[in-house]
Every structure is written in structure tokens, then in C-alpha cells.
């Protein structure tokens, strides 16, 4: 099954018709920013117009293009055919989500249906086959799903994984549409039904899945067009994110159609292997939104060369950040290199969200530069405050540390900042985020022991993230989890690797910090390293410095263990997961490169053991 073209979508070229990508706007059908009761009435109103999605290939070429209009149609007719396979209402769905077509025709097709579906990932994660039929599987038998709808190309990863999980219906798309249609007429969600269920970012052996109703998915959408990105009548979305993520299909599939809004897509791979290929398709079709985490920003600035003068990106007004901590020093390199193509700094817009809010939960304001506070790195690691730097400590970076602020809650959602003692902490004191609003989650799907455990006896969800608050807008500082306590301290991950970054040729997301059990009893502070160096000098002279710039950031020994490059572990929305790190390599599957020096804290193969199991 492909995406097709409606009338007028063809145009004449050298070689023959050629597609033509849905226009920016809707000549004649009034912008309404979302407010739809369903996302299935969402898109009844989006399909009286001409906007919709368009799927561009890993060089650039238009390939597919899939009108709101014809997406409604196919919708509607893939919803008969889900309901002649035997399945029934309220079931569950998995739906492999690679960027085509043919997930959001199931995707729809199932809010018609009355099914829900489950985004699974498409891409293939470190460890191979193994891995990702194990991912699979584990996702399949938590949301007890009744089919898996998939592309062809994975059928015998996907089917492997079924087996394990007891899915019965296992169907390629091309299979579905080969499906009869059912007589019985599908009946869609109402108001106060699911959506779909989202398994958030790093689930593994046991995932957690985010329960999103008709209530939330709607809640949110509106914010994210009127609050926070203000959708006009001229804007054009771009995005390369994965659909299995939140901020890929909340973001860029159901934000969008809830908008009329326009999407231009790229797969996630095509961006790794070609990130410039990114802003000129921007380019060519005047985008106005995208977003990125950190790393791709940094990744598309780092591969842009002579071309980024080729580049007209004046017309981008929302570059939005989101999915990691907004590093202040990959913003100021992408807008140096990308000026020459008419982008404006002033387009940066830092956010926070996460899957149990659906997606969004602040915005910063579109009208001003993305605010940046720099705080007293001393104040902050001993007294757990972010006080402001002097002039005179902003001179020296290390005894500094820099924060982006995520602006205010989008409306009718609010967020407090607690201490360990439960209590409201004010401006500046950093402590745990909680949120409350429409958007929030269901629950995690048949697992009332983790949703009763982040929920709180008034409404809040704890949402595992350390922050503070700065004139009536939320800084986010990090993972409460992740935190390492050393000596009596609390010390920032981040902090550590982002001071070894700063080596050459080290790279972002070339480093991984975290604290393991020594023989002693004590944490100790390991670094893990992506090396590309092949001289063994080279090498020792580079885990010497990382320990050095360490000792002088944050004040610790650490055991600086070189790894193969692409070694470290990253979630689907490209965070790097500490956690697998750490686990890797307690286990041993994350190994020491280089033969010369010997790990100062090892933990003993009793401890590792433990750990692992």
C-alpha cells in the first residue's frame, strides 16, 4: 500500500508526472486549532480541505502524498477491514511506526474502528535481531495486543516477537488492505474513550504504557497550537522525529491534523545518515516548525558545510527544542552556522514535555531569544539553589553551570516544584517537578503499582525530573534518577560529561556518567568515552585530560573507561540512557578499549553480578 494523490496533485516535469506536496493552506476551509471532541472528528473537519502529509525519500525525492482528505477515506475503509480480521472493540492494536503512509492509515483507521493502537518502534536498537524481538515482544505482552500490523520487511523479527507475546492476528499492511471489508459499520471513539497507548522512551524487558485518552490527546493538541507554537494560516510543519515517540506522532502526526496544518516528513535513519538533507528540504518547501533534541542540532550543524549559503530558512519561526536538556552551546552553533541561510537565533523555543502528559507541558515565548540562566556551580552542588553568577564567575566556565528556561505551563495545566519533604519550594530552591492538568495520562496500561507510585494524594504526577522555578517559568535540571551522590554531594551527570565533551575530538553524546558500588561500600564515579583514537598514546592522553576537567568541574576522582564508538546506549527520542550504560556495563557488554590502564574503581565481579541480575 502506498500513500496516493488526489486530483491536482500531479504536475508535468522532464521525465513525466511528477507529485506535487499538499499546499500550505486551505484556500477556503477556516483554520480551527484544534478543540475537536475526538481525534477521529478532528480529522472529519481536517479532510474538507487540501493540507495533509507528504513522505520524502532518503535523497530528497517526493515519494508519497497523503491529503487529510484521502487519509479520512482510507481511514475509514482500513477501519472495516481491522473489524473483518475478528478483532473488537476496545482491543488492542500494535502498529509498527515507520514514517509512510501506511501507519497513519492504521493509526486512523483504528480511532475509527474503535481500537487502540500502540505505536511500536520500526528502527533496529544496539544488540541486534535478539534485542529488538525481545523489545517487541515485551511491548506486545504488556499491552496484551490482539494483532501487530507491520511493514514486510520486519516479518519475521515481528513474528518471532508475537509468538513469544501470544498475539494472534500478525498482518503486513499490504495484507490488511487485502482484507475484506466488514459489514458492520465502525463505530469511533467518543469523547470519553482511549486514544492510544504510548510506550515511553527506554522501556525494555518490562515497558510501562501510557494510557492517552480522546480528553488528553485533545487537551494537549490545543495547547500545543494556540499556546504554545500560536499556528498561523502560513505555516508548514517539517519533521524527521520518530512516530513511535510522543513528540514524533503528538508533535508532527496528530498536532498538525488537528490544525489542517501541512507535514513534510524524512525518516529518522535518512536524518542520521544525511542531516543537511533536513534543512534543505526546509528550504525548498518554506517550513516554518520543526523540532529537534540537542543532538540533532548539533549533529546538522556539524555536517552542513558550503551548502548552508545554497539555503533560504528565513521563513522557520519555531525551531523548537525538546526530548533532552537544551544545551545553550549547541544553539549557539547552530545559528552560527546556519545565519548565512537566513535562520534568526530568535527562532529557538525551548520546551519541556514527556508521554504521561501526553506530550507538552511548557513553552517558552515565541516573541523573545531563548533565555538562558547561569548560575553559581558551588551554590548549586552544595546548597541544592540556583544562584545567580557574578560577573566575575561568568568568566570562568567551570565555576559556572548554564540552564535554559522551558517557559510556563500551556493553559489550564499547572506544575509545583517540592522539596524531599513534600513541601512547595519557590524561586530558585531545585527540587522535584510535579504536573496536574487535562493532558495527564489514563495511567500506565494494567499497572496501577507504577501509576499509583508517581501519582500524589492531590493530583500531581511526580515527573521524575529535578528542577526550579525563575520568575513564573520552569528550569529543568535534570533526572531526579540519574543524580549521583558522592561523598555527601549531589553531582549533575551532566555536568560531568558535558565538561568532557569540551575535549576534542569528543563530541556531544560521546560521554555517559554514573555511579557504581565500589569494594568499599562508596559510589564511585565512572565516565564512559566514545574513543575513535587508534594510538595508544593518543588514548591515555585522553582519558588523563577527561579526569582532569572532571576533577576540575565537579570535584571527583572517576574512572574514565574508553568504549567503541556507538557503544552507548540512547532512547527512541535520542536521550542518552544512563541507565543502559550503566547496566551495560556492570554487565560487561559495554567494554574497556584500550589494554593500558587499569580501572582505579572497578566494581568486584561479585558486585557487577548483583547488579545485573
Known sequence: MHGTVVKGSLRQGEDGPVLKPTPHQNPVLAKVLGGFATLAAGLD??????????????????????????????????????????????????????TSPDFMIVFFGCQYAGLVPCPMPYSMYIGGKEAYVSRIAGMLKKARASAVILSSDLSSHIGAAAQIAGTAIVKTFQELQAQPESIEKPRPFE?????????????????KGVLITQKAIVANTRGILRDGLKITNDDRAFSWLPLYHDMGLVGFCLSPMMGQVTVDYMSTPS?????????????????????????????????????????????WRVAG????????????????KLSVAGFDAKAFTASYGMAESTLAITFADLTKPVKIDTVDRLHYKLAQRAVPASEALKASPERVRNFVVCGKPIA?????????????????????????????MAGYFENSEATQAVMSADGYMDTGDMGYWLDGEIVVTGRAKDLILHNGRNIWPQDIEWAAEQIEPLRSGDAAAFAVEGEDGDDDVVVLVHCRLAEPAEMEELRRKIAAVVHQTSGVECAVVLVAPKSLPFTSSGKLSRAGAKDGYIAGEITEISPLARMPHRPSGETRLQAAQ
Open 45 to 98: 473537519y481536517a479532510a474538507r480541505g487540501v493540507t495533509g502529509y507528504n513522505f520524502y525519500s532518503s535523497r530528497g525525492q517526493l515519494e508519497h502524498v497523503l491529503p487529510y482528505r484521502e487519509l479520512r477515506t482510507r481511514a475509514v475503509a482500513t477501519a472495516r477491514k481491522l473489524l473483518s480480521s475478528g478483532l473488537k472493540r476496545g482491543e488492542r492494536v500494535a502498529i509498527v511506526a515507520e
Open 271 to 315: 536524518f542520521a545518515r544525511r542531516p543537511a538533507l533536513w534543512l534543505k528540504l526546509m528550504s525548498d518547501n518554506r517550513s516554518t516548525i520543526a523540532y529537534s533534541p540537542s543532538f540533532g542540532f548539533d549533529l546538522a550543524a556539524r555536517r552542513i558545510n558550503g551548502e548552508a549559503a545554497t539555503l533560504d530558512l528565513s521563513a
Open 191 to 207: 469523547v470519553d474513550d482511549v486514544a492510544y497507548i504510548q510506550y515511553s522512551s527506554g522501556s525494555t524487558s518490562s515497558p
Open 412 to 440: 489550564g495545566h499547572q506544575i509545583v516544584v517540592r522539596g524531599d519533604n513534600g513541601q512547595d519550594l519557590t524561586d530558585r530552591e531545585i527540587g522535584h517537578i510535579l504536573i496536574k492538568g487535562p493532558s495527564l
Open 321 to 336: 527544542i525538546g526530548g533532552d536538556m537544551v544545551r545553550a552551546d549547541v544553539l549557539n552553533l547552530f545559528a552560527e
